[in-house]
């Protein structure tokens, strides 16, 4: 079936690094595009970076210039680098796409806290 697994998060200090990574299986990864969106406690979900199948990218300006979206089609996965990380950006991170006659699939979803 139709299923995107995130992995990666966890606690990391302010300033550090996390790199997560959504599992794709069930559908042909290469010609979707794929997002990756965050939801803090009390907040709505919101668009951090998305992919398009060519690879093209679009950030949101809370994280441009500290995070990477990059996909691998050979493994159908997509990361999401996180850099210079702020505890504003604690938020549990969920991967998402859509196909066409599905609809949008969600991940589970994975937590990152940014705390010392």
């Known amino acids: 079936q139709v299923q995107l697994v995130e992995s990666g998060g966890g606690l990391v200090q302010p300033g550090g690094s996390l790199r997560l990574s959504c599992a794709a299986s069930?559908?042909?990864?290469?010609?979707?595009?794929m997002n990756w969106y965050r939801q803090a406690p009390g907040n709505q979900r919101e668009l951090v970076a998305f992919?398009?199948?060519?690879?093209?990218?679009h950030y949101s300006d809370s994280v441009k210039g500290r995070f990477t979206i990059d996909r691998d089609n050979a493994k159908n996965t997509v990361y999401l680098q996180m850099n210079s990380l702020k505890p504003e950006d604690t938020a549990v991170y969920y991967c998402n796409t859509y196909i066409r006659d599905v609809g949008g699939i969600w991940g589970q979803g994975t937590q990152v806290t940014v705390s010392s």
């Open positions: 069930g559908f042909t990864f290469s010609i979707y595009g």
């Open positions: 992919t398009t199948s060519a690879g093209s990218t």
